[in-house]
């Protein structure tokens, strides 16, 4: 008995509660804002066309493959009525086979397809599933007549969800496709300092510092904003053009680095006081990445060394007289200071290393009796003797 009247209440008191239904289709529940139907192309009002140029990026990477697009020459293009070259001529999705995974909307990259997050976008309900291969009319429709007003991406959720975490409001989310009106609201709204749309992508912070650079007092343009490393290199590769154009041209070569250093500090600030990349500084660096470091200059001086001996070799000079003024010639150009420890210079076995090993001067003996003998049989001289002369000189029998 007790039962049956905790029954009866059960039943008036759901009999008087008020309805959680709606009367779809004439009311319609509000949607959530991340909610997505399916995906639609974008109408761009400035040109009356499409944003989609058939790139068939969407296409491809649909994992469904439910997707098919055809481009064409933008017949607008030629007259000066649109800035695309090439445009969608076919469109068609398969909204039976479309899994509305979002994927085709995050790889366009010309925004040019959106999911549809309208009431509009669900109802596509249709006795024969042919008639759910939408195609580029269909897809453009939504958009076309402006009933596109707030079309779902992935950022604008995102900034959405930013926004409420930091317990701000939610910017307004934004979209190209928008009618010229919607867009100008947009801009009002960023320009009130609210959220910024989807098409105000951030600036480049690489661009934002070249920008900030640029705007520095008589700084070359092209220089502005490079960082100390790529100053560097590009200081040392107009040293190295220099060098070998005045190699080329029979002038000191020295001389045309120094004055190709100079320009360029002058180009780098402005005609003001050297970057610290610049400077030649042999003694006081060491830091990794420094042309003037002791091993770099030590690898400098020992190329130049070697091309001194293959040129002495080549012309028939003493190739040992050869580095030595070389090397006498390197430490001149660094203002007459040793940087790099070149070691004992008399010694023909110093210039492969601060401290060669054995096997690096035998290394080093076998090279120079084989161009020895190599050179003598080249002059119809006698080999052997040639090799017993550089043997004498190493001191080996
Ligand atoms: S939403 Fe996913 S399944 Fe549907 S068309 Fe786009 S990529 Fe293909
Ligand atoms: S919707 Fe975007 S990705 Fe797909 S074909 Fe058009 S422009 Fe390319």
Redesign the pocket.
Known sequence: MKGLFRGLATTLSTAFRRPVTLQFPEVKHELPVRQRSFPV?TWDFDHEEP?????????RNCPVECMT?VMQDNPKYPLGQSNRRKI?EKFWIDYGRCMRCNI?VE????E??VMDNTWGGHEHSAFDRRDLHKDLDDLTRASREGRLPAPFRPIDALEASVARLEGKEAPEPGMKGARPEARQAQFERIAAGQGAGIQEREPEPGALKAAAAAAGAGADEELAGLSEKKLRAKRMRAEKEARELAIAEGRDPEAAVAEARKAFEASVSGGGAPRAAAGPAPAAAGAKGDPNSPSKLRARRMRAEREAREKAIAEGRDPEAAVEEARAAFEASLGGAPAAAPGAAAAPAAADGDAPSDKKLRAKRMREEREARDKAIAEGADPEAAVAEVRAKWGVQ
């Not at 790889?107 to 010309?110: A, E, G, L, P, S």
């Open positions: 192309l944003f989609c140029t058939g790139c068939m990026v969407c296409v697009a969608i085709c790889v366009c990259n010309f040019a397809i």
